[in-house]
Every structure is written in C-alpha cells, then in structure tokens.
C-alpha cells in the first residue's frame, strides 16, 4: 500500500482544499439514498461505476467506514506484494506510479476505471459501498472480497473524531448531535445497520471471507495467515511474520504522516477497542443496544461481531 501514497495524499490534500471553500450543507450529496463527500466522489463516477469490469483475481476489501479498512489494507497489500515479489511472471502494478489509482473504488474522477484496465492483477480495491451498489460484475466475475466488521459503538465513536477532524466530511458542535445522525443512518457512506445487514447475506457466499476488526486485533498473525490462505497465497511463515509486524496499529500510526500526509493522524488515532466508553451515556448505551437487538442480532455478521463481550459495560 505503501506504493499507492502519492495518488492517495494528492487526492486527498486538492479534496480537503476544497471543502475548506466550501459551506457545510455542500459538503455532501446523495446517491441512491445515501450520502457521500461531494469533493471526494460524484453522481458522474458513480454511473461510470457500474460498467466497471471486475476479475476474478481481484482482491475487494469492504467495510462500513472506520471499521479498520486502511490498516487491514495495508495488510492486503503487503501480502499481495510480497506473493508477487515470489513469482517472477508475475508482475506488480503496485510498483509502478504511473498506473496507481487511489485504492478506494468510488472515490475519483469518472476516467478512473479507464485506467485501472491497464493495472495488472492482482488489483487490491477498497470500498465503503453496499454490495448491492457494487458493479455486478464484481460478484459475476467472483472476485474474492473480505468484508471487514467493527462493533456499531466503536465504530460511532471512532467518526465522530473523524468527522471533526475531515474537512471533506461536515463537523458536529457535540458527540449527542452526532450521535442522532449516526443512529438514523444521516452518514457519509449510509447507515451502519443496513451495511452489516445486506453483507451478512453474502456471508455464505464461496467468494466472501468475514474478519471482524476485533479478531484481528486479539490476533493479529492468525488474521494474516486466515487472509493469506483465503486468496490462496503461498508464503513462507517468515514473510507472514514480516507482514505482522509491518501491520500493526503503531508501525503505521508512526509511518502515517509518510504515507498519509496530513491526514495520517486522523485516519490512525487510537486504533482499539472500547474507546466507546469514554463518550456513550446510558442512554445512548441503551438505545444502541436495542437497535443493534432489533436490527442485527439475528443475522450473521451480527452474531460475529460479538455484542455481548464489546459493546455491554
């Protein structure tokens, strides 16, 4: 990933330049429904989207944004590199700057997907989007895609920091306010709850492995090897263990400003679990449990995510 940092910091500084401009009530707009970053994405790159031809080598990271989808990505992609760096007939369009595209498919211009026709497989491809947004060729062609998930209470909270910290993104006077918008699915990339419900029917899917961002947290080199064995690479148990340790929370908090520039201290800020209990109040605490009972406890990603042991005090 670490190949991809100057498409994602230039995009990135021009985008946050100029929402800076801009007043809040246009900081975003909504496509099918939902809402989205106006200097990030547009309703032009969205209908160019869905002529977009997926392969089957292609590796989809998928996530509800702040689930952990930047650090699992640099996990993705230092595995993907380190396979190719094996197979000398494999090449690696990482390595080429000319051919590098900001990793998140939604986010540019409407050429973008031009462009990315030329990138070599394996291509590694991020997105907030939910799958029924996604081009269907994506699921057609049977890319492999890794949806990640996050409990709903750290995730909230874990926004909240970010929303006030994005110039892209609209800020909020206090966590109350923006914990009504959050619960009411008013959020750049939708609702929380509809994102884990319409993923959890693709759970079974042949093509989708589901890794929760606290698994990975608890155990980080089962996560790289369970990731490694899904797209079926071939590593040594010395290379997963490079891939471990270039992969944790404080080596890219602490490279972050290389490879995020300005915003590197925004997208890596605490990176653990139950930091929720520094902002929700009981109230909050009760209404989100019931939402979360209500909406997601029966299905699948649901269960996964393990409620009762991260989101209960």
């Given at each position: 990933?670490?190949?991809?940092?100057?498409?994602?910091?230039?995009?990135?500084?021009?985008?946050?330049?100029?929402?800076?401009?801009?007043?809040?009530?246009?900081?975003?707009?909504?496509?099918?429904?939902?809402?989205?970053?106006?200097?990030?994405?547009?309703?032009?790159?969205?209908?160019?989207?869905?002529?977009?031809?997926a392969?089957?080598e292609?590796?989809i990271?998928?996530?509800?944004?702040?689930?952990?989808?930047?650090?699992?990505?640099?996990?993705?992609?230092?595995?993907?590199?380190?396979?190719?760096?094996?197979?000398?007939?494999?090449?690696?369009?990482?390595?080429?700057?000319?051919?590098?595209?900001?990793?998140?498919?939604?986010?540019?211009?409407?050429?973008?997907y031009?462009?990315?026709?030329?990138l070599?497989?394996?291509?590694v491809?991020?997105?907030?989007?939910?799958?029924?947004?996604?081009?269907?060729s994506?699921?057609?062609?049977?890319?492999?895609?890794?949806?990640?998930?996050?409990?709903?209470?750290?995730?909230?909270?874990?926004?909240y920091?970010?929303?006030?910290?994005?110039?892209t993104?609209?800020?909020?006077?206090?966590?109350d306010?923006?914990?009504?918008?959050?619960?009411?699915?008013?959020?750049?990339?939708?609702?929380?709850?509809?994102?884990?419900?319409?993923?959890?029917?693709?759970?079974?899917?042949?093509?989708?492995?589901?890794?929760?961002?606290?698994?990975?947290?608890?155990?980080?080199?089962?996560?790289?090897?369970?990731?490694?064995?899904?797209?079926g690479?071939?590593?040594?148990?010395?290379?997963?263990?490079?891939?471990?340790?270039?992969?944790?929370?404080q080596a890219?908090?602490?490279?972050?400003?290389?490879?995020?520039?300005?915003?590197?201290?925004?997208?890596?800020?605490?990176?653990?679990?139950?930091?929720?209990?520094t902002?929700?109040?009981?109230?909050?605490?009760?209404?989100?449990?019931?939402?979360?009972?209500?909406?997601?406890?029966?299905?699948?990603?649901?269960?996964?995510?393990?409620?009762?042991?991260?989101?209960?005090?």
């Amino acid at each position: 990933m670490a190949n991809h940092r100057k498409k994602f910091i230039d995009l990135l500084d021009k985008a946050m330049a100029a929402a800076d401009m801009m007043d809040r009530e246009d900081l975003l707009f909504s496509y099918k429904g939902i809402l989205f970053p106006t200097t990030m994405c547009s309703p032009e790159t969205f209908k160019a989207l869905e002529s977009f031809e997926a392969r089957s080598e292609d590796v989809i990271l998928a996530g509800y944004p702040k689930s952990g989808t930047n650090w699992v990505g640099q996990i993705l992609n230092n595995l993907v590199t380190t396979a190719a760096e094996n197979n000398e007939d494999e090449t690696n369009s990482l390595n080429d700057k000319e051919l590098e595209e900001f990793p998140y498919l939604e986010v540019g211009d409407p050429e973008k997907y031009q462009r990315m026709e030329k990138l070599s497989s394996r291509r590694v491809i991020f997105t907030h989007l939910l799958p029924q947004n996604l081009p269907e060729s994506i699921f057609k062609n049977k890319a492999k895609i890794l949806v990640l998930v996050r409990n709903p209470k750290d995730v909230a909270t874990s926004f909240y920091y970010f929303n006030n910290g994005m110039s892209t993104y609209p800020s909020y006077e206090t966590w109350d306010e923006f914990f009504t918008a959050f619960m009411t699915g008013k959020m750049p990339g939708g609702s929380y709850f509809d994102h884990i419900c319409e993923w959890s029917k693709h759970d079974d899917d042949e093509n989708v492995m589901t890794l929760t961002y606290e698994e990975l947290k608890e155990n980080r080199a089962w996560g790289v090897k369970k990731i490694a064995e899904f797209l079926g690479l071939l590593l040594t148990e010395e290379q997963l263990q490079a891939v471990v340790e270039g992969s944790s929370f404080q080596a890219m908090k602490a490279k972050s400003q290389k490879t995020h520039g300005g915003v590197g201290n925004i997208l890596f800020r605490k990176g653990g679990v139950n930091d929720w209990k520094t902002l929700f109040n009981e109230d909050q605490n009760q209404e989100m449990d019931k939402t979360f009972e209500e909406r997601l406890a029966r299905t699948k990603l649901g269960a996964k995510i393990k409620y009762e042991v991260y989101c209960k005090t």
